[in-house]
Structures are given as C-alpha cells and as structure tokens.
C-alpha cells in the first residue's frame, strides 16, 4: 500500500489466551483504515489529530513516546485516525445518534470525535459526550466474582491502578478543547458551551446513561472491568443499528474478560475486528 503507518491488522493472529469459539470471532479491519488512505494534508480533522498529539511524533514506534503536556497520548494519532471511517459510514448510511467517549482522561480523543461530529453533521443537533469522573479512576476494587476479582486484583497491582490514576479535571479537558476542537467551519469554540460537546460527569455508575438518549459511535476506554461493563450495560441499548463500539482496553485482560461477558450476557455475535496499524489491539464491532 506505500503508506506511511500503514501496515496490516496483526492483532487478530497474537492473541493467544482466547478461547476458540473467540478466536473464530476476530477479524482484522480492513474496510475502516484511514491511515491507508491518508485525508487531504491538513484537512480540519488532521489539524485536530495533530493538534491533540501537541509535539509527539504522529506515529510513533512505541507508546511511551507522547508530549506530557498534551491532550493525548499513546498512539493517539493512529487510534483517532480509525475513528474516520467509522464516522464517515455512519453519515454515509444516515444511522442517528450522538458519538460518546467513556472515559476522557485529558479530552484528546473525544475531541477530535466532536470534531468528526460537527464534520459530518454540520449545524445539527447531535452531541458529543464527554463521560468521565474528572477525577480519575474509582476505587479499583471489586467484588464481582472470585474469577474475575483475581484476573482484576491481579492487573490492578501490576498496572498500579489506584484510585485517582488518570485524573484530568473538567477544566483541564476544557483547556484542551478549547486549543485543539475545530467546528465544520474550522473555528474553535469556546469552554462552557462546548460547541457540539457536552460533559457527563461523574462515575460511569452514576452517570450513565444520564440524558443520552441515542448513539451512533460509542468509544469504551474506562480501563476497569467495572468500569467497562457499567459503561456497555447502561450504553449498547442506546446504540442504534449501523452505529459502531470501538475498544481502546482489549490489551488488558480483564477489559478481554468484561467484553466477552458482556457479549454472552447480550448475545451479540458480531466478530469483533481490529483497527489496523494500531500499536494496540483497538477492538470494534458494528451493531448489526
Ligand atoms: C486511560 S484513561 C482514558 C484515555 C483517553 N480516552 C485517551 O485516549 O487519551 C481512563 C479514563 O477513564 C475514567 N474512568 C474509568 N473508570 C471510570 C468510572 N467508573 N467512572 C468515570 N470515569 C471513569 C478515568 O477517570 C480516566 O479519565
């Protein structure tokens, strides 16, 4: 393909701790890679991708490359870059419903999301949900069940998640917005109105699904298995058909773990793909 950044899915085929009936549910993305077919240079959207990545490379070698003071780290560029053609489908295809992220950190994703909205749905009514505590994780223990509480005590302490990791205040979020967002216009707008975006604070168990009534894009990345499913329980019903769910968590097992239980709970047979060229497996499905 001669892209830059542009390299085949290979998520799919190194997952090997998946059980097989899983397994024969993964497929690559190959239909929604917006790094193989790179936008006009500078397009609203690019500059909004590149202005949430601040000084890090766009697409880097690792994930521990990333500007500290920026929106967004970890692959940002790539990891909103697979949002485009999800969200060029869903105006292509007339599928309702607000985009939301569950789980903002510093904004950087979800803003480029409210940028992608206002792209594609100039002057509507349409909403960006920003779903976060502002504060950070909750309490990070569980008491789900013994299979799952060891998978997740177990992470937890690997990880050292605790209470308050990943806490960006609303006005952190807001200050992030207000440089990098850019409306269908290309103008910014400002923190408060929040032009197309709109925060949900608090826990996801409090929060949510708040005054979101319809989806068409939800993206899950609360880390916690708690968080996870709290977020897919009270959101998927809202989710219209055609809408898509995309991961950012399906490295971590206990993410794995929330994903397919919640899969079984639901029925929902959908393979689950993967965005290609990613540095992590970014895991999605389109409802059907
Ligand atoms: C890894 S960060 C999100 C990163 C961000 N999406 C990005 O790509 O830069 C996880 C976020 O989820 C939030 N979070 C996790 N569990 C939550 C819960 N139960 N309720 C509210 N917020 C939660 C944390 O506050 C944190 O901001």
């Given at each position: 393909m001669g892209v830059e950044g542009c390299k085949p899915c290979v998520h799919a085929t190194q997952?090997?701790?998946?059980?097989d009936a899983l397994l024969k549910t993964l497929r690559c993305g190959e239909d929604f890679h917006a790094l193989c077919t790179p936008p006009p240079e500078m397009s609203i959207t690019e500059q909004v991708k590149r202005c949430v990545i601040g000084n890090a490379p766009r697409l880097p070698l690792n994930n521990l490359d990333g500007d500290m003071h920026a929106a967004c780290r970890w692959d940002c560029y790539r990891r909103a870059s697979m949002l485009e053609p999800m969200s060029r489908a869903i105006f292509q295809d007339g599928v309702q419903g607000d985009f939301l992220e569950a789980g903002v950190f510093k904004g950087g994703i979800s803003t480029v999301m409210a940028t992608l909205l206002a792209l594609g749905d100039?002057?509507?009514?349409r909403v960006a949900w920003f779903a976060d505590s502002f504060d950070g994780l909750p309490n990070v223990q569980t008491a789900v069940g013994a299979d799952v509480d060891d998978v997740v005590n177990r992470e937890n302490r690997r990880t050292r998640w605790i209470r308050g990791r990943f806490n960006a205040s609303l006005a952190t979020v807001g200050r992030h917005f207000e440089r990098c967002y850019r409306d269908e216009h290309g103008k910014p707008a400002r923190f408060g109105g929040w032009g197309r975006a709109r925060a949900l604070p608090g826990f996801f168990e409090d929060s949510l699904p708040g005054p979101v009534r319809s989806l068409a894009l939800l993206r899950v990345d609360g880390d916690l298995y708690s968080s996870i499913t709290t977020t897919l329980e009270r959101l998927w019903p809202l989710l219209n058909v055609g809408g898509f769910v995309v991961f950012d968590d399906w490295k971590f097992e206990q993410a794995r773990l929330a994903i397919v239980q919640f899969r079984k709970r639901w029925g929902v047979e959908t393979p689950v793909r993967f965005a290609n060229g990613t540095l992590d497996a970014m895991a999605w499905w389109r409802k059907e």
């Amino acid at each position: 393909m001669g892209v830059e950044g542009c390299k085949p899915c290979v998520h799919a085929t190194q997952l090997d701790s998946m059980d097989d009936a899983l397994l024969k549910t993964l497929r690559c993305g190959e239909d929604f890679h917006a790094l193989c077919t790179p936008p006009p240079e500078m397009s609203i959207t690019e500059q909004v991708k590149r202005c949430v990545i601040g000084n890090a490379p766009r697409l880097p070698l690792n994930n521990l490359d990333g500007d500290m003071h920026a929106a967004c780290r970890w692959d940002c560029y790539r990891r909103a870059s697979m949002l485009e053609p999800m969200s060029r489908a869903i105006f292509q295809d007339g599928v309702q419903g607000d985009f939301l992220e569950a789980g903002v950190f510093k904004g950087g994703i979800s803003t480029v999301m409210a940028t992608l909205l206002a792209l594609g749905d100039p002057g509507g009514a349409r909403v960006a949900w920003f779903a976060d505590s502002f504060d950070g994780l909750p309490n990070v223990q569980t008491a789900v069940g013994a299979d799952v509480d060891d998978v997740v005590n177990r992470e937890n302490r690997r990880t050292r998640w605790i209470r308050g990791r990943f806490n960006a205040s609303l006005a952190t979020v807001g200050r992030h917005f207000e440089r990098c967002y850019r409306d269908e216009h290309g103008k910014p707008a400002r923190f408060g109105g929040w032009g197309r975006a709109r925060a949900l604070p608090g826990f996801f168990e409090d929060s949510l699904p708040g005054p979101v009534r319809s989806l068409a894009l939800l993206r899950v990345d609360g880390d916690l298995y708690s968080s996870i499913t709290t977020t897919l329980e009270r959101l998927w019903p809202l989710l219209n058909v055609g809408g898509f769910v995309v991961f950012d968590d399906w490295k971590f097992e206990q993410a794995r773990l929330a994903i397919v239980q919640f899969r079984k709970r639901w029925g929902v047979e959908t393979p689950v793909r993967f965005a290609n060229g990613t540095l992590d497996a970014m895991a999605w499905w389109r409802k059907e």
